[in-house]
């Protein structure tokens, strides 16, 4: 009973002070029974890693034209930044269905206004705390009173639909791979997309490694396969969740075309699968604030490839990143009301 009070204090402090990205992983940790001292050379790493961020984003934009700059974003219309938020409202309310999907397969029973609510706080927080994930650990403890068992239940919901939108993003920049050497002029171009090619494989490799490891000596990771089993496979699961999926990441990839278009910079259908995939991807990467930071840096460097600029990338990637953020400030919304409240929302 004194353990279970314990993780449940711990999840608390985690959305009262709304940590970044160890968030999430510092539950699992403590499901799995690690201390907490294991994270103590991290608070350096967490310091470092952004600063080096911003000071290359600092030098890629001390490069940029800044009349093109300011001419870019002067082209934005009240027409694009409707369509971009209407993708937005498209892409959390699936996302949320998968949410709901997914955790009915793990017997988690989620009303349809209530995942919808949860997935837009969880989104602007996504989005405005560092790492990328502190929404979605939020969004785990928010729901511990859904069922028994606490956060666990609602932990591993939330561990595996994030997980099935990231392998939706792998799968489209696989295709991407035959595209390059046409998208490509040159064989000296190929020099500057070998880095993130290079970067993806081997982010694979060692996810593909760290789970190998793992499932020799981690007996909970072979009782969450099983239950991916039932998410991803069993009952036209499959069907379910690639077609939420599919629906998803394609609004991901709509939105960042019509953030490229409202800059009067028009991407070609072959960015889709190139250079667009590669961005998001960045996004991934734990040391910027939601996101921002590293697709602007990769949106710079991989715009050049199809013959746009890079300063064209850097305000597609901002005006993306803006209509996300916008697109989710329902969530903020909600935040507000319970804080006037003065009390969190239950499930």
Do not use: C
Not at 9 to 25: D, E, K, M, Q
Not at 132 to 148: N, T
């Amino acid at each position: 009973m004194r353990e279970t009070e314990a993780k449940v204090v711990v999840a608390g402090r985690l959305y009262r002070h709304a940590s970044p990205l160890p968030s999430l992983v510092r539950m699992v940790y403590q499901y799995l029974g690690h201390e907490q001292r294991k994270f103590s050379r991290l608070p350096l790493i967490r310091i470092l890693a952004p600063l080096a961020l911003i000071a290359l984003l600092a030098l890629l934009v001390s490069r940029t034209d800044l009349a093109a700059l300011k001419d870019a974003f002067s082209q934005i219309s009240a027409l694009h930044v409707a369509l971009g938020l209407l993708l937005v409202q498209v892409q959390i309310i699936v996302s949320a269905f998968r949410w709901r999907f997914t955790a009915a397969r793990l017997g988690e029973n989620i009303p349809v206004p209530l995942a919808i609510r949860e997935y837009y706080v969880a989104s602007f927080l996504n989005q405005s705390l560092p790492g990328g994930v502190a929404g979605d650990a939020i969004r785990a403890f928010r729901m511990r009173h859904a069922g028994e068992g606490g956060w666990k239940q609602p932990a591993k919901a939330v561990l595996l639909e994030r997980l099935s939108g990231q392998m939706a993003f792998f799968l489209l920049a696989l295709p991407g791979l035959a595209i390059w050497p046409f998208v490509l002029s040159g064989g000296e171009t190929w020099q500057g997309v070998l880095p993130f090619m290079v970067g993806a494989v081997g982010v694979g490799a060692a996810i593909g490694i760290g789970v190998i490891i793992a499932w020799h000596r981690v007996a909970w990771l072979r009782s969450l396969a099983k239950e991916a089993t039932d998410v991803f496979i069993r009952d036209r699961a499959l069907l379910v969740q690639s077609s939420l999926s599919f629906i998803i990441v394609a609004t991901y990839v709509a939105t960042f075309l019509v953030a490229s278009d409202a800059i009067g910079a028009p991407l070609p259908w072959t960015a889709a699968l190139t250079v667009i995939p590669l961005a998001l991807i960045a996004m991934l990467i734990p040391v910027g604030l939601g996101g921002w930071g590293t697709r602007e840096v990769a949106a710079m460097a991989l715009w050049p490839l199809i013959g746009a600029t890079p300063t064209e990338g850097l305000v597609a990637s901002l005006v993306y990143g803006g209509l996300s953020l916008a697109g989710a400030l329902p969530g903020l919304g909600l935040l507000s009301l319970e804080a006037l409240r003065g009390r969190p929302r239950r499930a």
